[in-house]
């Protein structure tokens, strides 16, 4: 099937992508060819898009192993430094721990974190001044009005035409 397809578009599109016009005294049969190279063209960009979002997943997946493997080497690090006597105290009863052919490795003082579980009864109770207010536009309204006249900017958009081709295979 991938090579009926290859064949299809070499005959109607050359190395340089320049597409072989159609013959408007064909009749209707004459577009039969252009649409079957589209029709097959788009399912082999389905099964390569799938292929590479199977793809993509697998390694996507090991990556997440690689960094859990990563994340649970450190926590035993950590865990066994903080317990072991043997490991250097710092001034700030944090850890270091020096292996000169490898790595330092040191772990800070005990600090305070804070995490926002519900920003919105935090703002609630801190009040409006921690509020931060983002400005944008809503393009669809924008481009409404000025499709029906308002005055803007040249440089601020770009007109153009274009009309939309629908294809619904059988």
């Known amino acids: 099937m991938e090579e009926y397809t290859q064949d299809i578009i070499a005959e109607l599109v050359d190395d340089n992508e320049n597409v072989t016009p159609i013959d408007l005294g064909g009749g209707l049969i004459a577009y039969r060819k252009y649409i079957w190279a589209i029709k097959l063209t788009e399912e082999s960009l389905a099964k390569l898009e799938s292929y590479k979002a199977d793809v993509i997943a697998k390694i996507d997946n090991a990556i997440n192993n690689k960094r859990r493997t990563v994340a649970h080497l450190k926590d ?91 294809i619904r295979y059988k």
């Not at 006597?85 to 009863?93: E, F, L, Q, S």
């Open 76 to 166: 035993e690090i950590q865990r066994a430094m903080l317990a072991d006597p043997a490991v250097d105290k710092t001034k700030n009863d944090g850890r270091t721990l020096s292996l000169p052919d490898v790595a330092t490795v040191s772990i800070s003082k005990l600090q305070d974190k804070l995490e926002i579980l519900d920003q919105k009864a935090v703002l609630k109770a801190l009040g409006k001044s921690f509020e931060i207010v983002k400005v944008s536009l809503d393009t669809t309204r924008a481009k409404k009005a000025i499709l029906e006249g308002e005055i803007v900017p040249e440089e601020a958009i770009e007109k153009r035409q274009s009309r939309t081709l629908s």
